[in-house]
Structure formats: C-alpha cells, structure tokens
C-alpha cells in the first residue's frame, strides 16, 4: 500500500511543480560532490603522478645510474628506443630491459654522487 501512495503522490502535479526541483537537487548533490572529491583527490594526483614518472623515463641518458622495478642498481651504457643496456656488478655484467621498468634515477650522468 506505500509504494501505491509515493506513485499517487509522484503522479501528482501540484507536489511535483513545488518540489520536483528540490528533491532533484537533494538526491543529484551528493552524487555530484562525490564526483568532484573523486576527481580532485584521486584522479588528478594520478594523473600528475603518471606525468613526472614519464617525463623522468624519458630524460634517461647514457651514464645515469638508475633502479629497476625489480631492484636491480645498473649503469645505463646504451638506448635504443624504448630498450635500455644496463651494466651492474664489479663483473659488469650487461643486460637490456625496457623503459617501462626503470622505477628511478639515483643520479644523472654529469652529477657527482656523495
């Protein structure tokens, strides 16, 4: 029997031209601020986040000392593409990975580390 009243009461028109815009509003705004809280505080740190770490792969040079995802310390020796030639070890064993890989860059190749 209440569902039977809210239909009557949404079917009727006099309720609907006062509050219609109202209840509209009510309900669209949390779901409208939760978008925005969504947007500004994971969206777009993501985003900038994703930028830097772009931008940093793509400024790799021969000489930089740099950390693989998998933790591997190496010497960039060679680039080609998107493939890198690293040198580790006292041995200076040489291996390639790809750029997708690289987590960070210790130091560049013209600074002097401590």
Same mark, same amino acid.
């Given at each position: ?25 009510? !309900?669209?705004? #949390? %779901? ?11 969206? =777009? #740190? ?15 040079? &021969? ?8 933790? %591997?310390?190496? %010497?960039?020796?060679? %680039? ?11 041995? =200076? !064993? ?7 890989? &690289? ?12």
């Amino acid at each position: 029997m209440n569902f039977m009243n809210f239909l009557l009461q949404a079917g009727d028109e006099g309720g609907a031209a006062a509050g219609g815009f109202g209840a509209i509003l009510s !309900t669209a705004l #949390p %779901i409208l601020l939760l978008v925005v809280v969504f947007y500004f505080f994971l969206y =777009r #740190p993501q985003k900038k986040q994703e930028k830097e770490v772009r931008n940093m792969r793509a400024s790799i040079e &021969v000489g930089d000392v740099i950390t693989t995802a998998g933790g %591997i310390v190496g %010497i960039v020796v060679k %680039i080609k593409d998107d493939m890198l030639l690293l040198e580790s070890g006292a041995d =200076r !064993t040489k291996f390639q990975i790809q750029k997708w890989a &690289v987590h960070s860059v210790l130091s560049k190749a013209g600074e002097e580390s401590e």
